[in-house]
């Protein structure tokens, strides 16, 4: 029973952390809690539900589409309602992310309408046990392709040209810019990686649950923020283990409190910041004055 | 007057009295609140029982007003210690939770909500209520009080080198502006006689924040001309499409990006239609339109 | 007399000690300059002493009392005002207005008095019109009192900072680079001002990097470099000093 509960922390609170990533990595760079986020998320499952359900592609095809899609839904986003407001007052750029996330959800739910749509039919369900631990194929490949992405993550941030160039700019982006590092790109290619890991979640829980709606990204995605604030907002480690500790947080509270599972999170987020606000990985940063 | 215009006068006042306790947090203070829709919740919930209970509607009211201005104070203190935008999802955090008590709690109905309360609002009352507030408001925005709030929001550290105990300030903002919202909640429950959780969530904090930024963030007047917009657009748009509340929220969205980056400073401009003010002498009660006009942002 | 006294400061961000166990002390009635190259912590100096930064060690006094980790309004409140390296002016206020608030932790904003007229908000009225009047006429800014201050120019932008921070009639004024982007001009009469604010009993800390500026008119100068404190004294002793010749030249 209680390693059962494990495996459902660990599945979800890969999904969170796959999102808490996206928001960790632009703000990073932006200082700017990338509120549409969530609305991304959704978008991403809503893709891979269409390639799957109308297109029929093989699954492993939706899911890079729909990563492919949101990354592009990312960069517009970051064009339309950021970018012309980078020298502006820090409220004003809030304002707008709240704005952009608004006009996704309500026009997803114009679109697609309110009702919940199942994913597939023909989700393999199968299960094993070993000793008294079930585990579903699902949750074994939402695990593992969560991992695998975080790796990839990894290696890009590493080890890759871009990578050093989002380091070096979410360090010093002045110094970066003077070090002829194109910002504007930089930027970008932040809002693509963040939104596709953001789409990635998205697919993998419309599949765990078999079900997506247009309403779908705003709690994971204000979840996905309170992981990222956890671990320590702008630190990549931190957002997982923020990630992996929410997940956990809610599937053993829910155990107790199942009507106020969405409280759980909200009052982490509290406790954590008024007790330790840089977050469990974060470091302090005081204003220069 | 017919019901119709009349219940749009009344949910026009009650908006505006919401946006204006929105306009002292966020537009003078700077603390950008996500949950006031919370506090109006709060008051609405809190007059209704109580006006069952038997109690008087202006003793019910009242408590609604405190109450909510309690838990302005509660979420302001400890939530000082946050940056702009942390402050904002720890608002929004404690709207949720408070909801998910409102859904769970038996006192309070929870997702049926309250029904049959009792009719006690009327034209009348919203009409003065409002004014009464917005007459107090308006004085202590451009009293030296407003100005002290108006200098934390435009730069803290600079006012607390000043000797501006930022935090107080800052608390005080988050108490009026819960106690307005509270009072808002509580006309509003007193009205349409049947409150849920469903009539205080994100998106009513969201449709709030927009009236203020509409008709200007940090300026009295502001609330005014965004609460009679947002308030009379409904009304516009049901003409248009049936689906209204999904093209309002879609409106909503596109208002705040579209404001943030053509005219941040709203409608009526943070300081912009009242320059030049030529103030003398703070505290003379009356004065006349056209000079408090002239004063209203100096 | 001791005004002001540090002992042992040491501010650290992460690794790096801005400010390192630096021994400092203010007298009544002086003009103390502090100097060195860019980065040797002569801000942070500044953040310490008002309270916007607690320092990581060390303690500070004013008037021998022990006012470490107090809060910069309270700072403020006991008779130490400042300006900011970046000019920090409510910059959407008028003049008048940001000299006003320079006064508040004279006269506060009470919030009854604010709605209402009481005895007390009247009271405190009169005196702030009296000190407003006074200090727009005693910076030449009187005739543009009704400006916004983003309007300004520079140099003026500068001085009304000056008018903010005099306003509530501090004991000690700190002055961080306030002739910078200053013509020759506007800093001769800065030069003049910074003198006459000294001779009406204010004593002033001064960060300046303007060599002529500093040599002419201070009574006692300190150097830092690399947050560390290398010389203190007369300004002759100090530019003799080969530790401070070599902290600027290399
Ligand atoms: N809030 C902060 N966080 C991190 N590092 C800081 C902070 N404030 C200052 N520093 C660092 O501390 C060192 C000293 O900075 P400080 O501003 O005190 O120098 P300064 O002597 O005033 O220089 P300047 O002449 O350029 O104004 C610098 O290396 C600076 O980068
Ligand atoms: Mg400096």
Known sequence: MFFDQLINSLTLGSTYALIALGYTMVYGILQLINFAHGEIYMTGAFIGLIMVSYFHLPFYIAFIIAMAGSAALGVCVEKIAYKPLRESPRLTLLISAIGMSIFLQNSALIIAGPAARPFSKNIDYSSFTIGSIHISMLQITIIAVSILMMLGLHFLIMRTKIGKAMRATSYDQSAAKLMGIDIDNVISATFALGSALGAAAGVLIGLYFNSVDPMMGAMPGLKGFIAAVVGGIGNIPGAVLGGLLLGGAEVFGTIYLSSYKDAIAFTLLIVILLLKPSGLMGSTVREKV | ?298 | MRILKGSKLTMKFGGLKAVNSVDFHLDNGEILSLIGPNGAGKTTLFNLLTGIYTPTEGNIYMDEKDITGSKPYSIASMGITRTFQNIRLFSDMSVEDNIMMGLHSRIGAPFLGSIIPTPSSIKANRFAKERLDWVLNYLGLYSLRKEKAKNLPYGLQRRLEIGRAIAPEPEVLLLDEPAAGMNPQETNELMGLIHDLRNKGITILLIEHDMKLVMGISDRVMVLNYGEKIADGKPEEVKQNPEVIKAYLG
């Open chain 2, 1 to 298: 007057m017919s019901g119709y215009y009349s219940q749009i006068i009344i949910i026009t006042g009650i908006n505006i009295l919401l946006a204006m306790g929105l306009n002292l947090i966020t537009g003078y203070t700077g603390q950008l609140s996500l949950g006031h829709a919370t506090f109006m919740g709060i008051g609405a919930y809190t007059s209704s029982l109580l006006t069952k209970a038997g109690l008087p509607f202006y003793i019910s009211l009242l408590a609604g007003v405190l109450i909510a201005s309690l838990f302005g104070l509660a979420i302001g203190m400890p939530t000082l210690r946050l940056r702009g935008d942390y402050l904002a999802i720890a608002t929004l955090g404690f709207g949720e939770i408070v909801r998910t008590f409102l859904n769970n709690l038996s006192i309070t109905g929870g997702p049926n909500g309250i029904r049959a309360i009792p009719l006690k609002t009327d034209l009348t009352t919203v009409i003065i209520l409002t004014a009464v507030c917005f007459y107090l408001l308006y004085r202590l925005q451009s009293s030296r009080l407003g100005k002290v709030m108006r200098a934390i929001g435009q730069d803290e550290i600079a006012s607390e080198a000043t000797g501006v105990n930022s935090s107080y300030y800052k608390i005080m903002a988050f108490v009026i502006g819960a106690g307005l919202a509270g009072m808002a909640g509580g006309l509003y429950a007193h009205y349409f006689r049947y409150i849920n959780p469903a009539n205080f969530t994100f998106n009513k904090s969201i449709e709030i924040l927009c009236m203020v930024v509409l008709g200007g963030l940090g300026n009295p007047f502001g609330p005014v001309v965004g609460g009679v917009i947002i308030s009379i657009l409904p009304e516009a748009l049901r003409n248009i499409s049936p689906v209204v509340s999904q093209y309002r929220m879609v409106l909503y969205g596109v208002i705040l990006i579209v404001m943030m980056i053509i005219r941040p400073q709203g409608i009526l401009g943070g300081n912009g239609l009242f320059i030049n003010a030529n103030r003398k002498g703070n505290f003379k009660i009356f004065r006349s339109v056209k000079g408090a006009v002239k004063n209203a942002d100096s």
